[in-house]
């Protein structure tokens, strides 16, 4: 093979990890606080959070190449960065994490106060239900939430309809408002 | 506000500046770590599924499979439609089987469930497959040596494109260490919360230690050094026999201890009687020492009107002790009391002792003591009932022994009979007892049964016996209803010439009644070797009875146990209705204490059975006062 001959393929690569690292940046710049976000509502423990998606992101950056090639990217890293943490969590001993004191839930009326309501709600529940509940709030159909969590679908059905009742007896006290769909 | 209005309103919240800047910051980090790691290895090893999430190939077992692979989960498919069972390695593993075991069926697997598990988690996986619902829970398994081991499985159900059900789909993976430590983090708080606090035994009264926590303080400072213990005994100069029944006495009581301690400040010091306080002075010279009891006494002398009493008479006893001179607590307790009683037989306020008499004069001043007693009758009895509580009425009555103090009013023996034990002289007080007793009941009508209590360290002696069957025929005591309680169990040292005093007192016709069980030092093991007829379960356990799972559950232990080998059982100390409920609900048989009747002095004729007091004197304190 002639030396001369090798030089496209290689400027071609040299554009093609340009274009990947590219494409990677704009990716983590988009999804970076809402992968976290997720993994926060989760754990509890900003930490314990933070170190599985750094875990994450590394095998991501390594990968980049399969995984922007799929069909929802960021699927794969949050399917990835909830692995993660639940084997941190593991050897951790699967120390349970301090729950949230019950707060005075009034209606809330801004993002942040329902964040908190909401904080409460998943401290509340088993853990793969807090992930669907968390799936939830990014606006996940089932299957999508099935295929990140590695559930079947009938299972996010009923943690789903559990979550919601979970909800309601929370908050029954709550007054005035109607009862959820 | 129903759960998808928050979600809406929370997924409104778009990151801050702040978070943008840490968000690019976190990226850097990780773009540097896995740099460094390019560098140290060629590849960065992972546990992660590579496939697309969202196209994924296969169905929804293949997916869940792999998923529950990398998280080192065994996994167990079956298929509605062919009816067959698969399971992976890693499920083998768990299993403790081999990884190609040929048979892979539902009947293994149910095989493989712990039996006590099975029907429930049978019923778990059918009733999963009826409401098309995940389940989880936790069971145990048997593995192949035998062995179990603690298993946690999602069982989720599968179905196909058109939501039809197709099967079942169960991971899980060993959980056997975390459930353990979980049962022992249980089991812990559980054991934190039934066990008392503090073993500190303070009065109630006054705030100072039991005689018993003040003599183990006096032990402990004699084996670590020198010092100087003070006995002080303040008795009003004008004694009057009403102060018991008002209350006066504890008043009286609290009121100088508080004198006391405003002067010694922290020495320890403890009620060791009716008006008599020690002060345990350690690493203290004689002088110092003298110089504070001086204080002491002074101060108490010159106390007018405390608690409605014009004046106390006080006198106090000083004894210098040395580690190098062996001697126990009770004994140096004993030599400071006989220093006050010194002080006052010579009218000074304070007689000092620079060093403990020898142990064979002080066992001779104490002998002499309960000689003269037993010989001067300063005794009295007394008859306690104790209720039957099936038929819920007095069937019989325990007698009591009061000694007489110096003006004739009766105390409680305990301070004395642990004396007369500790220099053997407790024959002749158990004798006195048993002759004066027998008689007096041998002079009633005998409608009663009674119990009658006689020292651990009597057993020993084989006169004893003999006594009492000569006491019995002499009195006409009908020994069918005679009950020998032995207490002070721990001074049963021998315990084959115990059970001859048992099986005698059984030929007698009479019955053998072990008091204070489970305090002190009575092994359980005196339930199969003595052919006891009745425990009396020791006043501690039932004190507070209602409020204390923990005694609650003690109680019922014991009275279980002894139902079970045909002996009674009675508990002492009952104070309240809700207390003899509990009891007895628990079968226990007989009850006693100042809820069910107070000792009344046990006369020439039988002592009236009065009707069931319900208002508490406060001379019940009497009573508690003998479990210090």
């Not at chain 1, 093609?16 to 754990?43: G, T, V, W």
């Not at chain 2, 496939?51 to 167990?76: F, H, M, N, W, Y």
């Amino acid at each position: 093979m002639m030396p001369a001959q090798a030089f496209p393929p290689d400027d071609e690569n040299e554009r093609r990890r340009a274009e990947l690292q590219d494409s990677l940046a704009r990716f983590l710049e988009e999804n970076y606080s809402k992968i976290l976000s997720f993994l926060l509502r989760q754990c509890f423990d900003p930490h314990l959070a933070q170190d599985a998606l750094h875990e994450a992101l590394i095998v991501t950056m390594d990968k980049w190449e399969a995984v922007s090639a799929c069909d929802k990217p960021l699927y794969w890293v949050r399917r990835t960065a909830w692995h993660k943490l639940l084997s941190l969590h593991e050897r951790q001993n699967g120390r349970s994490l301090v729950p949230l004191e019950p707060d005075e839930v009034a209606e809330p009326t801004s993002a942040y106060e329902a964040e908190m309501v909401l904080r409460y709600t998943l401290s509340q529940l088993p853990f793969r239900q807090r992930a669907v509940l968390a799936l939830m709030v990014e606006g996940d159909t089932d299957e999508q939430i099935a295929m990140q969590l590695g559930l079947a679908v009938t299972t996010v059905c009923t943690y789903k309809s559990e979550v919601r009742r979970k909800y309601r007896e929370l908050f029954r006290s709550g007054a005035d408002e109607g009862t959820p769909a | 506000m129903n759960l998808d209005e928050l979600l809406a309103l929370a997924a409104q919240d778009a990151p801050t500046p702040l978070e943008h800047a840490r968000a690019r910051r976190a990226v850097r980090r990780v773009a540097e770590d896995h740099g460094r790691r390019l560098r140290e290895g060629p590849e960065i090893i992972s546990d992660v599924d590579l496939p697309d999430p969202v196209g994924g190939d296969g169905g929804e077992a293949t997916r869940i499979g792999r998923a529950a692979q990398l998280r080192k989960r065994g996994s167990i498919i079956w298929d509605a439609g062919t009816g067959r069972l698969d399971w992976s390695d890693e499920t083998s593993r768990i299993f403790g089987l081999a990884p190609v075991e040929a048979q892979k069926s539902m009947i293994r697997l149910v095989s493989l469930i712990h039996a006590a598990d099975r029907t429930a988690v049978c019923r778990r996986l059918r009733s999963a497959w009826r409401h098309r619902s995940a389940v989880e829970f936790t069971c145990r398994i048997t593995m192949r040596d035998g062995s179990a081991a603690y298993v946690e499985v999602l069982v989720e159900i599968l179905t196909d494109r058109h939501r039809r059900p197709t099967g079942i789909i169960a991971t899980g993976h060993d959980v056997t260490t975390a459930c353990k430590r979980r049962q022992d983090d249980e089991r812990r708080a559980l054991r934190d919360g039934s066990v008392q606090k503090d073993l500190a035994e303070v009065d109630a009264e006054t705030g100072l230690l039991s005689r018993r926590a003040f003599a183990d303080e006096v032990g402990r400072a004699l084996r670590t050094g020198t010092g100087t213990l003070l006995v002080v005994s303040a008795p009003p100069y004008i004694r009057r026999s009403s102060d018991v029944d008002s209350g006066h006495d504890d008043r009286l009581g609290a009121a100088a201890a508080k004198v006391l301690r405003d002067v010694v400040d922290s020495d320890p010091c403890g009620l060791l009687g009716r008006y008599e306080f020690g002060v345990l002075m350690p690493y203290t010279t004689l002088e110092s020492a003298t110089a504070k009891a001086e204080m002491v006494v002074g101060q108490l002398r010159s106390t007018r009107f405390l608690a409605g009493c014009p004046r106390l008479d006080a006198f106090g006893g000083l004894v210098h002790y040395d580690y190098r001179l062996p001697s126990e607590s009770i004994e140096l307790l004993l030599d400071a009391e006989t220093a006050w009683r010194r002080a006052k037989h010579e009218d000074r306020p304070l007689h000092v002792l620079r060093q403990p008499p020898s142990a064979e004069d002080r066992r001779e001043i104490c002998r002499a003591g309960i000689r003269s007693a037993v010989e001067q009758n300063r005794f009295a009895l007394y008859a306690q009932p104790l209720r039957d509580l099936e038929l819920n009425r007095t069937t019989r009555h325990e007698i009591l022994l009061r000694v007489l103090d110096d003006v004739g009013r009766p105390i409680p023996p305990t301070t004395f009979l642990h004396l007369a034990e500790h220099v053997d002289e407790i024959l002749a007080v158990d004798k006195w007892v048993i002759n004066h007793a027998l008689r007096l009941i041998g002079e009633g009508a005998q409608t009663s049964h009674y119990q009658i209590n006689v020292s651990g360290r009597s057993l020993a002696d084989p006169l004893l016996l003999e006594h009492l069957r000569a006491a019995v025929e002499r009195f006409r005591v009908n020994p069918e209803h005679l009950t020998v309680e032995i207490t002070e169990t721990a001074a049963i040292g021998n315990l084959t010439v115990a059970r001859r005093f048992a099986d005698g007192v059984r030929e007698l016709g009479c019955q053998l009644a072990l008091d204070d069980f489970g305090t002190g030092n009575t092994p359980l093991g005196f339930l199969t070797k003595l052919p006891v007829d009745l425990v009396k379960i020791d006043g501690s356990f039932i004190q507070g009875l209602p409020d204390s799972e923990p005694l609650q559950a003690v109680v019922q232990g014991l009275v279980q146990i002894c139902r079970k080998l045909g002996i009674l059982t009675a508990a002492e100390y009952v104070q309240d209705d809700a207390t003899l409920d509990l009891l007895r609900a628990y079968g226990v048989d007989f009850a006693q204490g100042f809820h069910v009747g107070e000792p009344e002095q046990l006369v020439a004729d039988r002592p009236r059975t009065r009707s069931i007091e319900l208002e508490l004197y406060p001379a019940a304190r009497y009573r508690e006062r003998r479990a210090i």
